[in-house]
């Protein structure tokens, strides 16, 4: 017993010290740096960006994808959502590849991200890349990473949005209804624990079909369902975030990647609710891969998530 405990204590300990040596060579020395900025975050942004554009010149990809930056003074939870969002595109890389995916990482509910676990985030980001890179025999290496001065959250979001574009042309895929269903998912079970925690009473019905439906009436319905959980937040005494400048009105722009985000933003947002209400070690379960969702499905979906959340009161 004595020896096997041994022999997996050690091997145990040999696979931390290979995970922390290959992990080292993915990330810079930051010893000396304060990484609990910003700035720090934005620079570790740039080396995704490095890392993808050197996957599209080793596939040959050259398609661009130019996004228009946010103007609002974003908050780090939005960076939050933002890398988790790269994660998933991340999965959809190693599967193109046929590579299998892997659970992007979740964190217990808080009331405030700050920026090192934003930082600590990307870094997750960076060694899949090293890891897919790894089982693909890409051997090239990017640049270190530079510092750089007068960064904010919202500059962080904007690097992290045009590379999670650019991530869309290296896997030839844009993001599809079904991905946004599959955060729907995560989102209703949030939804659920929480209505257990305020003892409401689920008499929800899922709205009628709209069979005509298309992305712009799915991304209505998220804006919908997100005022209900602000509705919540402003009853726990929380001031709400304005997403007006993620609204788009025009049905021919509107993509089911802006409903996804938008989804994302929602679960976001549900953290705030449940670490209000003490619910501080309800992790949100991870997404489950989904196929062929429409967005007639995911706007009747939405709806149903928002009906529910009409019949919790915090008062």
């Given amino acids: 017993m004595h020896n096997m405990f041994a022999n997996n204590h050690f091997s145990g300990l040999a696979s931390l010290i290979i995970a922390l040596l290959f992990l080292g060579d993915a990330l810079p020395v930051q010893a000396a740096e304060n990484f609990n900025t910003p700035n720090a975050v934005y620079a570790q942004a740039v080396q995704i960006e490095k890392e993808i554009n050197l996957l599209k010149r080793h596939y040959h990809i050259t398609a661009t994808n130019p ?3 946010i ?3 974003l908050l780090p939870r939005h960076v939050w959502q933002k890398t988790y969002i790269i994660l998933i595109k991340t999965n959809i890389f190693l599967r193109r590849h046929a590579l299998s995916g892997f659970s992007p990482v979740t964190q217990e509910p808080v009331l405030k991200i700050d920026p090192r676990e934003n930082w600590g985030q990307i870094q997750r980001i960076l060694t899949e890349i090293k890891i897919a890179k790894k089982y693909l025999g890409i051997s090239a290496k990017v640049s270190p990473a530079t510092a750089v ?3 904010y959250p919202t500059d962080v979001f904007n690097k992290l949005n ?3 574009y650019d991530m869309d042309t290296l896997n030839r895929e844009p993001i599809s209804p079904s991905y946004a269903y599959a955060e729907g998912l995560r989102l209703n079970e949030d939804i659920n624990v929480i209505m257990q925690k305020t003892n409401s009473i689920d008499t929800a019905v899922p ?6 439906a ?3 009436d799915a991304l209505k319905m998220a804006f919908i369902l997100m005022g209900e959980i602000q509705r919540i937040q402003h009853q726990l005494g929380y001031a ?3 997403f007006n400048v993620f609204r788009k009105i025009d049905k021919e722009t509107v993509v089911p990647a802006d409903v996804f985000n938008m989804v994302s933003l929602c679960l976001g947002e549900l953290q705030i609710v449940k670490a209000q209400l003490g619910m501080i070690h309800s992790i949100t379960l991870p997404a489950e891969l989904q196929k062929d969702k429409t967005p007639t499905e995911v706007t009747q979906f939405l709806g149903y998530m928002t ?3 009409r019949l919790i009161t915090v008062n």
Avoid: C, I, M
């Avoid at 709205?207 to 005509?212: Q, V």
């Fill in 307 to 309: 009906n529910k959340l």
């Fill in 214 to 216: 298309q992305p712009l």
């Fill in 149 to 151: 001065k007068g960064k």
């Fill in 240 to 242: 709400s975030f304005d």
């Fill in 67 to 69: 996004v228009t930056p």
């Fill in 71 to 73: 103007e609002a003074e």
């Fill in 162 to 164: 045009q590379v999670s």
């Fill in 207 to 212: 709205p009628a079909r709209n069979e005509e």
